[in-house]
């Protein structure tokens, strides 16, 4: 997230500086602090004042969504709130009626925007046992999303980013090159070289048909459940943007692509998703393609965001994980699709 001139703690600093100050761009609470609670894309600030208030202030990363994309993702957020029948975080609009404010400050190189939405009430489900009742939830708001995406009419012009094999594996990345990404050593390049080909091989048969890509949450995972006993609520909506439908599961297991409860995961999300909304046999058959997919734009994501805690923590053997997750992919999915061709 920082400039490559810039380390990480620098950039902090200043952005400290600039959430505290663009608070005031709200009606706001005398006495408000915004604190850091999380930085990846996005630098995130939990806001506090004296008296119980709470919201939360997204900075956005500098030149990863236009203020076009940002109205689009809250287009869809109103949307899928009013009618979709999937619970979303409100936001606040600022002062001069936009909900989309800019702010600089002196250290960075140019102004961010940001949104501060409301403070949702709630914890994400316990990841420490068993799982399967959340991801059954989880397929089940997938299903509505899905459903939502397919027959809305996007507010034209309609600006998000395009998670499909060119984002990945392309000439301008989204995340970067895989190829970068710390301990990818001959070896696992090689393995990984070859799940490129059949993942590209896989998609381009599959296709891009509205009902099998079209707009997704695209980081649905556990951690982006909001539960209490009022009902549960999909948050985090930056990354939404056009991709598979499937690509959804595959972004609810990101980081524990080899955890060997992955089958009974993908079990529940597939029974709670059926529930709502039919799947055809051939889209549940690449669910394996969009996990590999998304687990070599983790690996790409790890090499460019390395100077950020997450992804540091995360490098040492994810390389030499994902080859091993790759060579299984070849074995079990390359000899069928041969037969089929």
């Not at 909001?226 to 609810?252: K, N, P, Q």
């Amino acid at each position: 997230m920082a400039a490559p001139d810039m380390p990480l703690d620098r950039m902090l600093e200043h952005l400290e500086i600039l959430a505290n100050e663009a608070l005031s761009l709200w009606d706001m609470p005398q006495g408000a602090v915004a604190r850091l609670i999380n930085v990846s894309e996005n630098a995130t600030y939990l806001v506090e004042a004296p008296g119980g208030y709470r919201s939360i202030l997204r900075v956005h990363r500098e030149n990863y969504h236009t203020r076009r994309a940002i109205e689009c993702e809250l287009a869809w957020l109103d949307a899928l709130g009013s009618g979709g029948g999937v619970e979303t975080p409100g936001y606040s609009i600022g002062k001069d009626g936009r909900a989309i404010q800019q702010a600089g400050v002196e250290g960075l190189s140019a102004p961010r925007f940001l949104v501060l939405f409301h403070f949702v009430e709630g914890a994400a489900p316990d990841e420490s046992g068993d799982m399967s009742a959340g991801y059954e939830t989880l397929g089940a708001i997938a299903a509505r999303c899905h459903d939502h995406a397919i027959g809305w009419a996007q507010p034209q012009p309609f600006e998000r980013l395009t998670w499909d094999v060119e984002a990945v594996f392309g000439p301008a990345p989204t995340w970067g090159n895989w190829r970068d990404a710390p301990e990818v050593t001959g070896a696992v390049r090689a393995v990984l070289e070859q799940v490129e080909a059949m993942i590209r091989t896989r998609l381009d048969a599959y296709g891009k048909a509205p009902g099998r890509f079209n707009l997704i949450h695209a980081d649905m995972r556990l951690a982006n459940l909001l539960v209490d006993e009022t009902g549960t609520r999909l948050i985090d909506f930056d990354d939404c943007g056009h991709g598979w439908l499937m690509y959804d599961f595959a972004a609810s297991i990101s980081f524990i692509e080899d955890d060997p409860r992955i089958p009974a995961f993908k079990a529940a999300w597939l029974k709670g998703y059926r529930n709502l909304r039919p799947l055809e046999a051939e889209d549940e058959a690449e669910i394996d393609t969009f996990i590999m997919l998304r687990r070599m734009a983790l690996l790409a994501w790890i090499g460019s965001h390395i100077e950020a805690p997450e992804p540091r923590h995360l490098a040492p053997g994810f390389a030499a994980r994902t080859a091993r997750l790759g060579q299984a992919y070849l074995d079990g999915h390359g000899k069928i699709f041969r037969e089929r061709g």
